[in-house]
């Protein structure tokens, strides 16, 4: 038995559009240099795509272009004559900068990057989202999920700036292709991406015991596997907007998923008996169907069977 949060009625909109892939060959990637940005560019690379890197900070990567992503000239002058973007420049989270910065910022790129498409016909648009637009990584309130697992159909409950920007971008998304209703935008809600470095340090906490990171509802997923949900995303060029999560099938904890949501999340909603031992409280089984992503990679760093 599987649990929905809205009875089963899942991925009703733009079903009838999806089974046509791209041919695109020049991406545009904001945010290459950072931890996924850095993935995503690689794994285009390898499956022969010739690749833009935008970047905040150029000096971070000597092939980027310096593009200030809050300024929509800025933004159309780098986006002109390519295929397709994948959009991850963003301030990751609402710990290091004002709140009305981390808005301002992720909000206005993401615009920018949807205004410079509709206006140059770039009709692809890739929109890095985030599992925080759930509301329960920053929260300022305590509150439970309305189901466990957690698939698209369970609202965006966000209270923090950083969620709340993910929220709208997803918004924007709507309003772009009611606009532009040829136009595919997928938004892949990651949770931890974790590099080498990372998963070395998530495999001592797990070592000892340590049951933080609960508002990613203890979920990760290797970067490599990130950035090839990225160009799954670009590859299927399905015109609307749909909504994505992207993490691995087991959470990152040695502790039962069930012990952890009793701890963490006490109260009385639904729960699928599946969710049990080391599986995943989020579903990301509409990935799987309509991008065809699977995670390659387990937490000790070998490849999935």
Request: hydrophobic residues 40%.
């Amino acid at each position: 038995m599987s649990v929905s949060c809205d009875d089963g009625n899942l991925y009703s909109r733009n079903i009838k559009h999806y089974g046509k892939v791209m041919d695109a060959k020049k991406i545009l990637v904001t945010g290459s240099a950072g931890r996924v940005g850095s993935a995503v560019v690689r794994e285009l690379q390898d499956h022969g795509y010739q690749v833009t890197p935008v970047d905040r900070s150029a000096q971070r990567d000597e092939d980027a272009v310096a593009v200030d992503m809050q300024d929509l000239g800025h933004v159309t002058g780098v986006m002109h004559g390519v295929d397709a973007v994948v959009h991850m420049a963003a301030i990751p989270s609402p710990m290091s900068d004002p709140p009305e910065v981390v808005f301002r910022n992720n909000v206005m790129s993401t615009f920018n990057v949807l205004e410079a498409a509709a206006l140059l016909g770039v009709r692809n648009v890739v929109l890095v989202s985030s599992i925080s637009a759930l509301g329960y990584a920053f929260r300022h309130r305590d509150f439970n999920p309305l189901c466990i697992p957690i698939d698209e159909t369970h609202p965006l409950l966000s209270q923090d700036s950083y969620g709340l920007s993910k929220m709208v971008g997803e918004e924007l998304a709507e309003g772009f292709v009611r606009r532009t209703p040829d136009l595919a935008v997928s938004s892949l809600r990651f949770t931890w991406a974790l590099d080498q470095e990372d998963l070395t340090v998530a495999r001592r906490a797990r070592a000892r015991g340590e049951s933080s990171g609960g508002g990613a509802f203890w979920t990760w997923v290797d970067v490599r596997d990130a950035a090839s949900a990225c160009r799954l995303a670009m590859e299927n060029n399905r015109p609307g907007h749909e909504a994505f999560y992207i993490a691995a099938p087991e959470i990152r904890l040695d502790i039962p998923i069930e012990d952890l949501l009793a701890r963490h999340y006490p109260g009385d909603y639904p729960v699928a008996p599946e969710i049990r031992g080391s599986a995943s409280p989020v579903d990301c089984g509409k990935a799987r169907r309509l991008l065809g992503w699977e995670a390659r990679w387990n937490m000790d760093g070998s490849q999935r069977p």
